[in-house]
Every structure is written in C-alpha cells, then in structure tokens.
C-alpha cells in the first residue's frame, strides 16, 4: 500500500485503498487532495471547481463509498448532463465500490423506463441520471429522495448552458433540507453561484487552478458514422494501416468486451483492459501488447490510467470521450519519440456538439475524413500483396516450392494458377463482398455542420417557412439565416440548422412537458411513421396564430385549447 499512502492519509479506508490499488491509482489528483477530506471529515456543502478529466469522479465518490452503508433507501443522487456522463460515473462509481456492496444504477432517457423502474424497486444505494429522465421517476413515485445523505451536481455550469435549470430545481424541491450537497464545475457562472444561495446556504469553495490543454500530434481527424457502422469502420482503418499498433477506447467494460469479442472473431490479435480486470491479467495483457504478441488493446479511460506505452501508430476514440482532458490523455499517447501517430475519433450525428467543445477547450483543428470505402482498402491490400510476392521473389524460392510451380505449369496456364492461388489464400480481404456496408447517406452532419430538426406543423396549420423562422427566431433566439431548407408538408415541416444552433432549439422546445415536444431531432423513418409522428406532435401541442395589426404573434399551448 505504499503507493497508495497519500490517499490513506487523506482518510480512506483499508477496503476502499485495496480497490484503489487494482485498478492501478497511485497518488492523489489535485481535486481529489481537496475534496476526499472536506467531504470525509467535514459537513459543509462544497463548490468543486476544476476542468473536466481530472478525477473530479474519483474525487466525490470514494468518501460517499467510504462513508455509506446499505440501509435500502437511495442515499446519494448524482445529477449529470447528459446519459454519457451518467453512464461513466455510475461504472465508476460501481467499479471503486469495495466488494459491490452498494448499488450503483444509472437512469436516462433513452434506455426502457421500465427496466430502470425494476432496478429501483430492487433496492439501489445510489443513483446516477439525468434531470429529465429523474423528473419522470420522481413523478411516477418510484424516486424518493427524503433520505438522501448526499446531492451531487456534476458538470452544473454544463447543465445550465443546456438549460436544466428549472429542473434542478425542481428535482432539489423534492429532497430532504439536511443532505450535503457538492457542486461540481470546470467555471463559475452567475447562475450556479444563485443556486448555491439559495439552496446551500453556507458552503466551501474548493478551486483548483485550470492549465491550458495543448497537443501536439500530427494529426488528428474524425468520421461521422452511425453506431451500428463503427465496428466495420474500424476494421477497414485497422487494414488500411501498415503495421497497425493501437489502442481503441471505448466508454464502458461491456463495450470494450464486446469490441474485443467481434476483433477476435474476424481473426485480430486484440484484448481488451478495463476496471473487472484483476492485476495480474492486467500485466499479462500489457506485457503481450508490448511485445506486440497483440497489435490491439481495447481499453476504458480508468483501465488506461498509468499505462506506459510508446510508438503507437493509431488511438482510436471508438466512442467518444466525455471531457477534454480525457480527449487529450487518450491521444498523447500515439506520436511519440519523434514518430508520426494518427488519432481518429468516431462520432455520431448526436455526439457533434461535444466534438466542438474539444476542439475550442484543446485550441486544436480535428479534422473531419471521410470512411474508406472496401475497394480503397482492397487496392491497398492488393498494393501490399504486389511488394511482398516481388520481396519474395528478390530473395528466392526454396527448391521445393519451384518444383511445384514446375508440375502446376505442365498441365495449367501461369495465369490461371496465380489467380487460384490468390483465391485461396486472399478471398476474404480482396472480393469487395466480403466487407460490409457502412451507411453514410443518411448521416445528418453535412460540411457545414447541420442538423435536420422535424417540426410537428404543417400545411394543415396555415404554416409557411415564414412562420417557422418567425416561431423559432422569437422562441429561440437564433438567427433567421442559420435556418435552412425548410420543407413543409401537410402535417408536419423540416428545417436544417446549425449544430449549436439546434440544441438551444431544441431546448426551448423541450420545455413544455405536457406533451410531445413541437420541434424534435429528426430520426430516420419512412414517410409513414414520420407522418404519424407528426399527428402526435400536432395533437399534443395547440398553436394559435394571430395577426394583430400587421405583428405576428405564435403561442403553442395545450391541445384542449386549440384555436
């Protein structure tokens, strides 16, 4: 435990050090040296400030593990922006849990209420989600939080700028006045300074002073592809390359244990490395990757803490990282002792938004590739195949392989047996069948960066694109030149907008909770289904136009109401 002494001396525990000490931690990070102790021994509510990727997680979960017992009520609730993040904390959270002994579950939108509703109901310590997916439960009654020791707002300055405000609010209304509350952000906006007086009274500021993320790689570039695309997009990446040596990340362990399982079964040399790993598997693993026995380690951002691993040729993001700091950690990895590394980074049309915020927090220029389409790899591959025959033929054959040549030409054309050879030994990768299809027609992130947004109104409500861009520059604050193509059908419309532009859309519109929101992400659908979407959006939201003396008024309210 040697390593591990200055967490002891923070005041954890023996059974929490031995957890700490598998997953390979060794010394504190500067959040964790000023939250563990304040959070262990004191009873303020706390301000947590430091940027993302720096064990902010590790920092408010171990002295809530350390100082919780089961008693079969929820305990502590961390609240998270998006259902990534409640993802990442809540294996977290579960991995530093000493023996399992508390329940850790993690509730968002997205993932069947239902499943979620029979996890609760089996007893759960502490739960990790979002606040719309947590407003709905506690609704429902299933969430009760009158018990709770413990209130955790995680990335807040991030939950303000998407507009939860009124749900913390609400979700805080509905707990008990003597839990201890920590307020985690990487800045400190006016708005979080107006929770904190109004809903935790007297607090400890604890700051830890930022530093500017920088990388210096030689490149870095991303693909826009559909989840169901990202195995197959690796594959061709990883055969495209040389002499591929990489490591591939994913967000959790069932992900990485997954990915490793479809590489093996397409005969890639890959293991995978994440928190369930015991120590001397981890060595094991390690000491076979570096020895390049595998050229490919599939890891979790906790698993990948210490590693020390040079020359890689590729990191792959196979799913995206939720900070920056992670973003740069993962990367710096590839592209040292003077050789070129190449860091790619799969996105999906949901996940643009954070791809824009590492760009602007690291300063740096991601650039967006396109997939390499099968024949691309197999003329490289044939390319390849061309170099190794002639190196073989430079170097000369063995006697017994020419008197085979020999007795092959008697009764067959040189041609012929070449390619029967090729066949039968290099089908797989040279027959363009053999490589899936990668759908990229669908993929709403153009060059310019939009998204197409499906808007519940139609022809049948008098709607022009006028009237849209009048509704969504007055309700949203955007401006009238970021909406494009507008498509406007009998019951419902389409428009494209910019990225940012489309989350404060989307936002505003999120709002009104006594139905469907008006203006949704549009989804990939038949003609059908998006029609009956539309029918629903239309009956769950009234809208009323009014011209009053030439100015244009829109009021969307409830459907009993409509005009």
Known sequence: MELLKEFEELGLGEKILRTLSKKGYEVPTPIQR?????????????IGQAQTGTGKTAAYALPILERLEQTGDIQAVVLTPTRELALQVAEEM??????????????????SIEFQIRQIKSRVDIVVGTPGRIIDLLNRKILKFDCLKFFILDEADEMLNMGFVEDIELILGKTNPDKRMLCFSATMPQGILKIAEK?????????????ELTTDLAEQIYFEVHERDKFEA??????????FYGLVFCRTKNDANDLVGKLNDRSYGAEALHGDIT???REHTLN???????????????????????????????????????YVHRIGRTGRAGKEGIAITFITPQEYRRLLQIQRIVKTEIRRESIPGARDVIEVRKARLTEEINRILDAGL??????????????????????????????????????????????????????????????????????IVDLITEKAGVHARDIKKIEIYDSFSFISVPFLEAEAILDVFKRDRRGRPLIQKAREKTAESTSAAAHGARRSVGV?????????????HGSKQRG
């Open 34 to 46: 000023l939250v563990i102790p304040a959070l262990l021994n004191g009873d303020k509510n706390l």
């Open 94 to 111: 579960n991995s530093l849990s000493p023996n399992r002994r508390l329940k850790v579950i993690p509730v968002y939108g997205g993932q």
């Open 199 to 211: 809903y935790m009274g007297s607090y400890e500021k604890l700051a830890v002073e930022s530093k």
């Open 234 to 243: 690796l594959c061709r990446i990883i055969d495209l390359a040389e002499d």
């Open 279 to 281: 120590q001397s598997s």
């Open 288 to 326: 076979r990757f570096k020895a390049r026995k595998i050229n490919i380690l599939v890891a979790t951002d906790v698993a990948a803490r210490g590693l020390d691993i040079n020359e890689l040729s590729h990191v792959i993001n196979y799913s995206i990282p939720q900070e920056a700091e992670s």
């Open 398 to 467: 063995p006697e017994n392989y020419e008197k085979i040549a020999e007795e092959l030409l008697q009764t067959n054309d040189a041609v012929s047996i070449v390619g029967a050879l090729l066949k039968n030994s290099y089908e797989d990768v040279l027959d363009e069948r053999s490589y899936a299809d990668i759908n990229t027609n669908s993929i709403h992130l153009e060059e310019s960066g939009k998204v197409r947004l499906f808007v519940g109104l139609g022809r049948k409500d008098d709607m022009t694109g006028r009237k």
């Open 544 to 556: 009323n136009w009014h011209d009053k003396g030439g100015s244009r008024n829109f009021r969307a």
